[in-house]
Structure formats: structure tokens, C-alpha cells
């Protein structure tokens, strides 16, 4: 275990430098940050204009977001994550990582991973609305704008995560 | 001059095909970084693989002064990029809600789809899950609507807040990274670490 394989990521500092410099590159086209929730969020509301068009015009969320947003699939975010999936896509194929797998700790299995990703995941989308965005909408963007919310809410998403490191242990070490 | 969509440099068109472009380049150093393996990321918690700290923060900074200078050359004005709102119930219940699925999950939503697009089936499985989780959110939205609007403070800075330049604030968190840097370099040598 001690032992260090040669890795093929990029070293870390290098990596950020230049997320930060895709990140200012957002804010200097577009005058926003990067995301990721939202683009999901535009993927619900618009599979629920279309399956349950009564629902959408009866329920206030849905009304206010249709009612402020002309249609929800033409969005930045949605287009800024299709890119997100071509990006990873190049680098894993360029590294020699595609491969399909459910990634987990040895002392785990296949399924207990796959549960705890369904459930984290359920916390996560749900807390990404509340929070007005996700560790890239909110966190990151957020704090190079050096607004207060964004570093509030990296905060919380950090030290939730550090204080309940020690229960989920297994799953991960 | 920037932000270019502001100053109608670009067409509302031209600023989708860029946002595509932004994505790719997002995606494609997320990945290289190493942030389409859930045990790599969760491992920042752990203390046996700090890279997302030092990614994360290495990023941000770049990002803030990058936006400083630009602001000091006249390059771009600041009054036009899209500042996140405080409502500070929200970010603090919103936050600690994403931390249980972080550690739960070991993804956030943009590492996921990093991940899938390497074909982590995991990562899909946490996918499914934010999809399920903003739902629960959309749909019970007036359950929630008192808290998601509860205590807003506009969009203030932390410089404004502390009451502080922009600059000084910027050297302070820079300082500050270098600091918690360097504690991750630590904890790597103290920990054991294996590549995944």
C-alpha cells in the first residue's frame, strides 16, 4: 500500500492553475462561473414540460423557472456540461482510462457502493438546489467572485464531509 | 470590454458555442486531474490523497486574482460578472446537506459526469441519484420555499463583508492556501496512498 505507483494525473497545482484558468476564461466571456447542477435541473424541469405539461403550469416551481427561462435545455450550463462530457472523455482516452467499472474500496462490494452512490447522490442534488448550486456552481465560482455564500456553503460541504469522514470509512479506505 | 456577452461582443449563439468549448476544457482537466475516481476524491477525507484540495484551491485563487488584474487593467468589469447570492440559511443547510453526500456518494455533480465519461458506472449510479434528489427538491419545492429564501443578504463579498480591499482579502486567501498546502502534503506523507 505504501508503495507509489507512477501516476499519469497531471500534478494538482498544475491542474488548478489551469481550472482556473477555464474558470476566468467563464467569467471573462460570459460573465458567470462554471456548474454542473444546474444542468441537470434544466434536464428535470424540461422532461416534466414535456411528460406532464399540466403539472409544470400548476406547480409553482416549474411556473416561476418557465416563466423566467424561455427554454431550459438552451442553457449555458447545459451546453457547458455536454463539453464536460467530451473533455473527460478526450483526457480518459488520451490517458488510456476509458473503461467501464464501479469503482470501490477492496473491502467493499459492487452493490454497497452502488447504493451509497444512489443515496449520496440524492443528498447531493437535493442540497445543490437548496444551496443555489453545487460544489462548481456555488463553491468554486463562488469563491473567485469572493462571494459570501460561496465560501459559506464550501464551508459546510467540506467540514460535513471531514466531520462524518470517520463513519463512512469503509466504503472509501 | 469583458464580460464579452454583457457588452454584446458575442452573440447569446456564439456564447453557447463557448460555453461547449468551456465545458471541454473543464472536463478534460477534471479528468486529467484525477477527478473521475470517487476514491481519489474522497480520499481529500481521509487524508491519503489531498489532490482536491489542492486542485480546488489552487483554482480558485488563480481564478480571483486572474479576475483582479483583468479589473486592474481594465480588461473587464466586474460590475458585470455574476456575483452568487448570500442567503445564508440556504448555503449553511444547502452545504451540509452536499457534505453527507459527498462522503456518501464520493462524487459532486460535476466530477460525476467527469467520471462517466471515462465510463465509471458508479458515477452513473450517483447521477441517477442528483436527478432523484432534485426532483424531491422541484417537487416539494413549496415545502422548502420559506427556508430557500430565508435570511438574504444580496450579493456581498468577503471583502465587503470584513470590510477590507479586494487585493487584501486576495493575499490573505492565497496565504491561506499555501498554508492548508502544505498541511496536505503532510497528511500524504503521514497517510498511506496508493493510485487508483
Known amino acids: 500500500m505504501s508503495e507509489v505507483k507512477k501516476t499519469k494525473y497531471f500534478n494538482p497545482y498544475i491542474g488548478g492553475v489551469l481550472l482556473g484558468l477555464v474558470l476566468l476564461a467563464a467569467n471573462f466571456v460570459s ?5 454542473a447542477s444546474g444542468a441537470i435541473k434544466s434536464a428535470v424541469v424540461s422532461t416534466v414540460n414535456t411528460v406532464a405539461p399540466t403539472h409544470a403550469e400548476n406547480s409553482a416551481f416549474y411556473k416561476n423557472y418557465n416563466e423566467t427561462h424561455e427554454n431550459p435545455m438552451k442553457s449555458w ?7 464536460v462530457l467530451v473533455g473527460g472523455f478526450l483526457s480518459g482516452a488520451f490517458a488510456k482510462r476509458l473503461k467501464f467499472k464501479v469503482e470501490h474500496s477492496p473491502k467493499i462490494t459492487s ?3 452502488i447504493i451509497f452512490a444512489i443515496l449520496g447522490g440524492m443528498f447531493f442534488g437535493f442540497g445543490s438546489q437548496l444551496g443555489r448550486g453545487c460544489t462548481s456552481g456555488s463553491a468554486l465560482s463562488g469563491m473567485a467572485v469572493l462571494s459570501v455564500g460561496g465560501f459559506l456553503t464550501m464551508a459546510c460541504i467540506f467540514g460535513t464531509a471531514f466531520a462524518l469522514a470517520y463513519f463512512f470509512r469503509k466504503n472509501w479506505i | 470590454m469583458a464580460p464579452l456577452i454583457v457588452n454584446e461582443i458575442i452573440s447569446p449563439d456564439t456564447n453557447l458555442l463557448i460555453a461547449f468549448l468551456i465545458g471541454i476544457g473543464f472536463g478534460f482537466v477534471l479528468e486529467g486531474s484525477g477527478f473521475s475516481s470517487s476514491r481519489k476524491l474522497a480520499g481529500m477525507f481521509y487524508g491519503y490523497d489531498t489532490t ?3 486542485v480546488f484551491f ?16 481594465g480588461w473587464i468589469d466586474l460590475d458585470f460578472v455574476y456575483i452568487n447570492p448570500t442567503y445564508i440559511t440556504s448555503a449553511i443547510v444547502g452545504g451540509v446537506v452536499m457534505g453527507v453526500g459527498f462522503i456518501m456518494g464520493g462524487f459532486c455533480p460535476g466530477t460525476a459526469f467527469c467520471a462517466i465519461s471515462i465510463g465509471k458506472l458508479d458515477a452513473l449510479a450517483f447521477i441517477g441519484g442528483l436527478t432523484l434528489g432534485i426532483v424531491f427538491f422541484t417537487e416539494g419545492y413549496p415545502l422548502f420555499e420559506e427556508m430557500y429564501k430565508a435570511n438574504y443578504l444580496g450579493t456581498p463579498t468577503m ?3 470584513l470590510d ?3 487585493g487584501v482579502f486576495a493575499l490573505g486567501l492565497i ?6 498546502f502544505w498541511v496536505g502534503e503532510w497528511a500524504e506523507k503521514k497517510f498511506p496512498r496508493e493510485e487508483y
Open chain 2, 164 to 166: 477590507i480591499p479586494r
Open chain 2, 58 to 73: 489552487t483554482a480558485a485563487i488563480t481564478a480571483m486574482v486572474g479576475m483582479l488584474f483583468f479589473s486592474l487593467f
Open chain 1, 31 to 35: 460573465g458567470r462561473g462554471l456548474g
Open chain 2, 175 to 180: 496565504l491561506m492556501a499555501f498554508a492548508m
Open chain 1, 111 to 113: 452493490k454497497r457502493r
Open chain 1, 77 to 83: 450550463l447545459v451546453f457547458q456540461m455536454m463539453g
Open chain 2, 52 to 54: 482536491v484540495l489542492k
Open chain 2, 159 to 161: 471583502n465587503e463583508l
